[in-house]
């Protein structure tokens, strides 16, 4: 027994920690300057594994009040996510014969990002979104949002409203949502019988073997395999039907979710899981030596940062994302060494990172002020960025990539 564990999934009591990342800053609540004078609120945050579904979860909860209430990420400010978006509304409507008969949910729709194409297909869609200001933005730009947190009890009002959905899309989300039972049976309540389910999420193996340990924040209440997940989805009368390795964030799995028995299971699922099963995920030496390469990662990129700061070099970093909290904040990693983060969305601008409180400036910054490296914390848009930054490394600027492992470039 594990006095602070209680499996969300299964509610096993057995748990094993894997990762203690100490008391962290929410990785989400960039700072105004005025707020400098006012306690940040800080938990701990670790990492946990079920000894009997291999679930990997946080332990300790933060209220969804404190984290959703005012959001700043908007996923439209990436060119990456767009693409994203627009290659997989383009697939699924031809596959799955959707047409102005049909009704399209997503859940977390952001700012309307993804159903943007649903509805330019001329397909009826509703956005789910609890974070008012961006619930907002989706409105403004024409998509019917509700500011709702996605429940078992949402659904089935939703359902008597309205009907069914014939596509659910979820993504980035089923992993934040603690009640994991409770959302499942929100899935399989709103779903029309012949519908899919598609889901997006970090995946827990690129996490782990790959040292992502920055994908973990109070927000990511979980950290999915596909062992972890089909009992869940078993519970709950669904069963993944097909699944897609995909290498965006790091490397996230797309599953396709169906009520159980209604069609066939493809040769995807059962690879998975073979591979998985080869892997060892459901056994506790796959995640022994975790914590020990993350401190291995850390201890490198700290090394490297100190030294280049002992030469009388200037460093920013890049990206003043959610990870980006969490690298900074377990790595130490502050004014000290950091002059500023530079950003691309405005609403980040001017306001300060969590912990760390290292200014956010305009991206045009680097080009500016010319630091001699930026840490690149936002590693997994780093073909983008890179890119995108040609003029700063042709000036001489350096990029400092933090994972999977330490380099320069
Ligand atoms: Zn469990």
Redo the contacts with the bound molecule.
């Keep these: 027994m594990s006095p602070d564990f209680h499996?969300r999934?299964?509610g096993?009591r057995e748990g094993e920690l894997i990762l203690d990342l100490g008391i962290q800053p929410l990785a989400n609540n960039l700072l105004r300057p005025e707020d400098l004078d006012k306690p940040e609120p800080r938990f701990p945050l670790r990492l946990f594994a079920?000894r009997?579904?291999w679930?990997l979860q946080l332990a300790d909860l933060v209220p969804p009040v404190e984290l959703f209430s005012e959001y700043l990420y908007f996923s439209s400010f990436s060119d990456a996510m767009l693409r994203h978006a627009e290659a997989a509304a383009g697939r699924y409507v031809p596959e799955f014969g959707l047409g102005p008969a049909s009704r399209v949910v997503e859940i977390a729709s952001n700012d309307g990002y993804l159903l943007q194409y649903f509805q330019r297909a001329g397909i009826p869609c509703l956005g789910i979104e609890p974070a008012a200001n961006i619930a907002r933005v989706a409105r403004e730009k024409g998509m019917e949002t509700l500011t709702r947190f996605f429940t078992a009890a949402m659904a089935r009002e939703l359902v008597a409203a309205r009907g069914r959905a014939d596509l659910i899309l979820a993504n980035n989300v089923f992993a934040h949502a603690p009640d994991t039972n409770d959302f499942t049976a929100g899935l399989a309540a709103l779903l029309k019988p012949t519908g899919r389910v598609i889901l997006e999420f970090p995946y827990a193996a690129d996490l782990i073997e790959r040292t992502e340990f920055d994908t973990i924040y109070h927000e990511h209440v979980f950290y999915f395999t596909l062992t972890a997940l089909r009992p869940l989805f078993e519970r709950h009368g669904l069963a993944i039907v097909r699944v897609e390795h995909l290498p965006i964030h790091g490397g996230s799995l797309r599953i396709f979710v169906a009520h159980a028995d209604t069609c066939p299971v493809d040769r995807s699922v059962t690879e998975l899981q073979a591979e998985e099963q080869r892997g060892g995920v459901a056994s506790l030496s796959y995640y022994q030596g975790f914590a020990d390469r993350v401190g291995a990662v850390v201890a490198d990129l700290g090394a490297l940062v100190r030294r280049l700061r002992a030469e009388g070099r200037s460093m920013a970093a890049y990206g003043a994302s959610a990870k980006g909290s969490t690298l900074l904040n377990f790595a130490g990693l502050g004014p000290e060494t950091l002059d500023f983060v530079v950003d691309r969305s405005p609403h980040k601008q001017g306001r300060l990172t969590p912990g760390m409180h290292l200014p956010i400036l305009p991206v045009e910054q680097l080009l500016v002020r010319r630091p001699d490296y930026a840490v690149l914390l936002t590693w997994n848009f780093a073909e983008e960025i890179l890119g995108q930054q040609q003029a700063y490394r042709a000036a001489g600027g350096r990029f400092i990539l933090p994972i999977p492992r330490v380099s320069v470039v």
């Design positions: 499996c999934s299964c096993n079920c009997r579904c679930l």
